[in-house]
């Protein structure tokens, strides 16, 4: 579902995260005892569309990861230090009920009820990867993850509910990373639900 703004508007943005802290690993996995360091960095751009009379938008996230962990593989000591981009995202959303393309006279007398729209977001391999190591920025395999979206307003509340499956490709790799299960790829289901209230008497 994408969001409701005038056709033609643009959105850069720019963000930074850190973390630090044991890992949960899958117990089937030959890993144990994880802590990592990490550095995040994103630049994401995003522009609004009319695409057969319907609001529509593009967007692309490009990260960029610095990372330290160190654990025990195989039930002996690694360290690993690495850095470099990690998998952009690249996402279409169009919604086919209740949000039409919208000039900027228009989006000020916009004011919304019910909202239906769709989502794809493709993941590409083209982060760092080193099929030696288990631990990487990159994923080495494609992600494709459809989305449902539906927003109902009902006076100052806005309730949302986002249904989505992703699905992955194999990592292949003969390495580190296959023998511990990192190959294999199980789809992942999810289902966000969100209740917002406009501040201020917006409606």
Same mark, same amino acid.
């Given at each position: 579902m994408a969001i409701v703004t005038p056709v033609g508007t643009n959105f850069v943005i720019l963000g930074y995260g850190y973390a630090t802290g044991t890992v949960l690993t899958d117990p089937s996995l030959?890993? @144990?005892?994880?802590?990592?360091e990490s550095h995040i960095g994103?630049?994401?751009?995003?522009?609004?569309?009319?695409?057969?009379?319907? %609001?529509?938008? +593009?967007?692309?996230?490009?990260?960029?990861?610095?990372?330290?962990? @160190?654990?025990?593989?195989?039930?002996?000591?690694?360290?690993? @230090? !690495?850095?470099?981009?990690?998998?952009?995202?690249?996402?279409?959303? !169009?919604?086919? +009920?209740?949000?039409p393309a919208l000039s900027a006279a228009e989006f000020a007398k916009y004011r919304q009820d019910l909202i239906v729209g769709a989502s794809l977001r493709v993941g590409v391999p083209l982060g760092q990867y080193d099929d030696t190591r288990l631990v990487n920025v990159g994923t080495n395999r494609c992600s494709v993850k459809p989305e449902l979206g539906i927003s109902k307003a009902l006076g100052r509340w806005t309730l949302e509910l986002a249904p989505a499956v992703t699905f992955y490709s194999e990592n292949d790799? %003969? %390495?580190?990373?296959?023998?511990?299960?990192?190959?294999?790829? +199980?789809?992942?289901k999810r289902m966000r639900a969100t209740l917002l209230r406009a501040a201020f008497g917006w409606r």
């Open positions: 030959p890993i @144990e005892n994880v802590s990592n994103i630049f994401a751009y995003a522009r609004v569309l009319n695409v057969l009379g319907k %609001s529509a938008k +593009i967007d692309m996230i490009v990260p960029f990861a610095g990372l330290r962990a @160190e654990g025990l593989v195989f039930g002996q000591l690694h360290e690993r @230090e !690495i850095s470099g981009l990690a998998d952009p995202l690249f996402r279409f959303s !169009i919604n086919f +009920i209740g949000a790799d %003969s %390495s580190v990373a296959k023998r511990a299960g990192r190959h294999r790829s +199980i789809p992942c």
